[in-house]
């Protein structure tokens, strides 16, 4: 069992960044790939962007490419999404999610979720 916690969420107007943080609690961590979903008010939950259990390969959806990064630090059973250059539409709650799938886009694939935290880029 794994459980998550984000944080790091925020106000920023556009143009600016933030950085959240995903804390896992449990031993096998390093054994999930690691994924960055987001949802806007009346939206389906939608991917950002995955990394695998070594953190060796990264996906990321095309609407984030050149503005976020992930990554994650396994000693400190952390994810990060580095979100620069934000935009008011990337406005949502962004949640982290674990998988023993593989660093996929899809949502069913992803076995343990966060509460969320709230990102508002201001315009």
């Known amino acids: 069992q794994v459980q998550l916690v984000e944080s790091g969420g925020g106000l920023v107007q556009a143009g600016g960044s933030l950085r959240l943080s995903c804390a896992a609690s449990?031993?096998?961590?390093?054994?999930?790939?690691m994924g960055w979903f987001r949802q806007a008010p009346g939206k389906e939950r939608e991917f950002v962007a995955a990394?695998?259990?070594?953190?060796?390969?990264?996906y990321f959806a095309d609407f984030v490419k050149g503005r976020f990064t992930i990554s994650r630090d396994n000693a400190k059973n952390t994810v990060y999404l580095q979100m620069n250059s934000l935009k008011p539409e990337d406005t949502a709650v962004y949640y982290c999610?674990?998988?023993?799938?593989?660093?996929?886009?899809?949502?069913?694939?992803?076995?343990?979720w966060g509460q969320g935290t709230q990102v508002t880029v201001s315009s």
């Open positions: 990394i695998s259990w070594s953190g060796g390969s990264t």
């Open positions: 449990g031993r096998t961590f390093s054994s999930y790939a």
């Open positions: 999610a674990g998988s023993i799938n593989g660093y996929t886009h899809y949502v069913p694939d992803y076995n343990y």
